[in-house]
């Protein structure tokens, strides 16, 4: 409405009044108008950008500046040189621990996902005995961080490191495995929500039309919920890829840890603590990252299900 | 192409409500058979059930010879119509009707020719590739039919499949549907709440009210010999107008005492119906259809007074080719479980409306005059009235 009055004014001003002094007045407010509707967002922007890049800017400035310190770190680092990535790739595993990172948040994002899509469909689609109580119990084991299991885990890894060394201690299959539980539960809630909103009528029209359930399953469904599997593969992903706690205590030896467990290694030392070699090493951890989110984006979109039944 | 018998099919779910009682229906081959009542009674359920979407609790169900109670959906070679279209969103329309057959493993160019062949018949052609939410809703309500089309099922099932199109379109498919199940001649089972669809394009007609059979036959017939009054008040529109009144002797033969005034049964009502003879005395629900009653001053000759009845005009609404004239009538509502039913279903809680007696609704010619206010005499044809028991709400037989 106001703006509206504005311009009303303004054409009056202009008709009535006199040459150059009429034009003042109606460029000074049509200015003031489009800070007020366009124009704040475009600093509050850049204060948001300022806040989001200020930590990014002092890692990539620690990993180029060659004296390996926090306190001789400026954000333009003054001889800048790559001598932090290569203390980084001759000095430690960092490859290894590159690659067991990726291995284990690859194959429990992945493994993870679809077991957590299945118990989804189960619990949204099916009426079975135990439905609510299975959804509340998985709602309750979740509510306790994993680490508060970690003693229990511990004694339990330590038979099965005896038993089958092969998924013991110190190999990713172990972290793997017990990652797949651990994500279990919040991914089966957030995705039998999403599950819910596709139209049963989809499944039911499939089933007459002959589909198997596998069919319906993976044909029908799973194309539609899209969007939940991109973002909670993301977020496994990215738990796990900077997952620590539960990664140190079962990986020891230097060849068999995460990037997490390694490049804390670096940094845990009193004496030697090398910011330089953390930096570089936490820059290149974060380039897969930045890469699924940058390819996984148009997935997060929503709205794939529009139009499925009446619109 | 296959009949569709059921013999005594029940459903009670688990937690002990029962939807569908002892349901018996034999659809013929290649018949168009509705299955109508108000909302939640059962007919759903009833299509799928015969779909295999539901369990059948008892009863025996049969697709051609086969018993198909255990048989799953993909069994039993039908395909179904949803209310809601139940389109696959991410599959493009030539896909959408091509699903069941890519499931069945047929070869693609038949897929193809198929698909293609079905959109011809609904005019689909320049869709094909686009997707579902592209469409508009009649365009969605034409692949939905594509995709049971190309299926050349043995039975079509369709739930409400024109409930979410706008009245014009509603009409325009409903012929369409019409026409497309009389050129393939697949037996059909078509569910709806809506009586006029049921009218409009049923072989025949089965009239279900909580999980139970009222009555199955032509439209027509059931329209002028409905077996009950849930069947009589539901179809027909407007529907049928019902009141109290008692049967009397007049003069040498009997007479119907209706408010205040008597009108004398004569000739072929008696002959119809011989039982009325051992109602007298007693309490009838009696029944007459709006186009059985006429405004007398359109008549050439003068009615006799006990064929007529008078009224006070309360609303006209002119037609065109007719007028529709609502009256109070100074005679008791039929209450029983069933009219309690019937105005459940339109909704009516006009408690208000009837405090003078019972609206009624009359069709007259449209040269009538009658304008609110007016007191009018309307003369009823007594030949076409119908008779109820007030207690079972059964048409008196014989």
New interface residues.
Partial sequence: MSTEAMLASELRDTSHGSGQSGHVVRLGSARGNWFRRVGWRHVVGVIALFFAIFPILFVVSAAFNPQGTLSSSTLIPRDASFANFDTLFSETSFWRWFANSLLISLLSAALSLFISAAAAYAFSRYRFRGRRAGMLFILLVQMFPQFLAIVAIYLIFVEISELYPAIGFNTPWSLILLFLGGALGVNTWLMKGFFDTI?K??D?????????HA?IYFG?IL??VTPILAITGLLSFISTMSEFIISSVFLTEDSAKTAAVGLYGLISAQRNANFGVFAAGALIVAIPIVVLFQFLQRYIVGG???????? | MATVTLDKVNKQYENGYHAVHDLDLEIADGEFLVLVGPSGCGKSTALRMVAGLEDISTGVMKIGDRVVNTLSPRERDIAMVFQSYALYPHMTVAENIGYGLKIRRMDKTEIRRRVERAAEMLELGPMLDRKPKQLSGGQRQRVAMGRAIVREPQVFLMDEPLSNLDAKLRVQMRAEIGQIQHDLNVTTLYVTHDQIEAMTMGDRVAVIKSGILQQVGAPQYLYDNPANLFVAGFIGSPPMNMGMGRIIRHGEGLGLRFGSRTLALTGSVLTDHPSLGQWVDRPVAVGIRSEDMEDAGVLREAAAPDSTLVATVGLTEALGSEIVVHFDLDVPPVENEETRALAEDSGADDTGLRSNGTRFVASFAPRSRVRIGDQIEVVVDVARLHFFDPDSGLTLKG
Avoid: M
């Avoid at chain 1, 039911?204 to 198997?212: C, H, I, L, N, R």
């Avoid at chain 1, 794939?304 to 619109?311: D, L, N, P």
């Fill in positions: 139209p009528d989809l039911e029209s499939a089933k007459v039309d002959g589909a198997t069919q029908i194309p539609l794939i299900t529009a139009g499925a039944v009446k619109g």
